[in-house]
């Protein structure tokens, strides 16, 4: 039983790299799936550790690096994919490097997230302050602010979310303010919940009325507005 929280941290590790498979060979929607999927075994390896009291250190250590390669480097692979679709290319294997100046800066913009993902996972290893309130946006929430954009702008027909993920001008811009959020010491609610009374919990609760109203108003569309809306209640 000891056993369990780690191999479900391993379907989160799985998932990640599967993730990163996809959004290689250019499924950016089926590599947003499979990181919400590893969102799901990272919630159920805590979960069950916390059931089971199944604590160690090696578990501990998996989770971060399962973190690491699904919150970090495929979200930032997602990122890098969409760019490089709706720019000048970079490199030729025949004529070399090709693109000026801003389309190579547009490419290199995602590499921060995937440093700043560690940063964030080795600082919160270290912090015990961080138990009840987060210091500075947590990697899954980078995961889920970027999958959000992919998956609402394929399922919905917001003009919007078109125009955001086919430039790469703002893509650039939201893949470097999701980096900095990481590794600000901004102080942001954890989602995590002891009980399910009111007192104590005001924060989750608004936060999950005001996206239940977001979703009811803008059906999948709403999804970008998740992480927003969180930094806001925090």
Not at 23 to 32: I, K
Not at 111 to 139: S, Y
């Amino acid at each position: 039983m000891k056993y369990i929280p780690n191999i479900i941290t391993s379907l989160n590790l799985a998932s990640g790299f599967i993730a990163i498979v996809l959004a290689t060979n250019g499924d950016l929607t089926g590599a947003s799936w499979l990181i919400l999927a590893a969102m799901f075994f990272d919630f159920c390896d805590g979960l069950s550790a916390r059931m089971l009291k199944a604590y160690s250190d090696i578990g501990r250590e998996l989770d971060s690096l399962a973190d690491q390669v699904s919150f970090g480097v495929a979200p930032a692979l997602i990122l890098f994919k969409l760019i490089d679709n709706y720019s000048n290319p970079v490199w030729s294997a025949s004529e070399g490097i090709q693109a000026g100046f801003p389309a190579i800066l547009y490419h290199l913009v995602p590499v921060l997230m995937p440093v700043c993902a560690g940063l964030r996972l080795a600082r919160f290893n270290i912090d015990t302050t961080q138990a009840t309130v987060f210091k500075g946006l947590p990697t899954p929430a980078n995961a889920l602010a970027v999958i959000s954009l992919v998956l609402a702008a394929n399922y919905s027909s917001s003009g919007v979310l078109m125009s955001f993920e086919t430039s790469p001008v703002l893509l650039s811009a939201y893949s470097l303010i999701l980096s900095i959020l990481m590794v600000t010491r901004i102080p942001l609610m954890s989602l995590k919940v002891k009980n399910l009374g009111t007192r104590g919990n005001e924060g989750r609760y608004l936060l999950m009325v005001l996206i239940i109203i977001a979703f009811a108003v803008l059906r999948i569309a709403a999804a970008p507005l998740i992480i927003p809306l969180y930094i806001l209640v925090s």
